[in-house]
């Protein structure tokens, strides 16, 4: 079976859209769905390739408990 695919975007893909992504892959491993889905998460500029998530969504993510490593 084909995993279904979930792809979040936003502009640089340093803040919302990674942010995005770490909720889903939260919500989906708390549910044992971890890989039910294929996730990731995207930009539609280019200026920001291969930099990690901004520091403002890491720190928002870990006060929820959730990891932004993906």
Known sequence: MVPNSVLF???GNIC???LAEGIFRHLM???ARAD???IDS????GW???NPPDE???EVAARHGVDLDG
């Open 42 to 45: 995207a930009g539609t500029g």
């Open 16 to 18: 919302r859209s990674p």
């Open 9 to 11: 975007v936003c502009l």
């Open 48 to 50: 920001h390739v291969g």
């Open 29 to 31: 491993s708390q549910g």
């Open 36 to 38: 039910a889905c294929l």
């Open 56 to 58: 403002r969504a890491i």
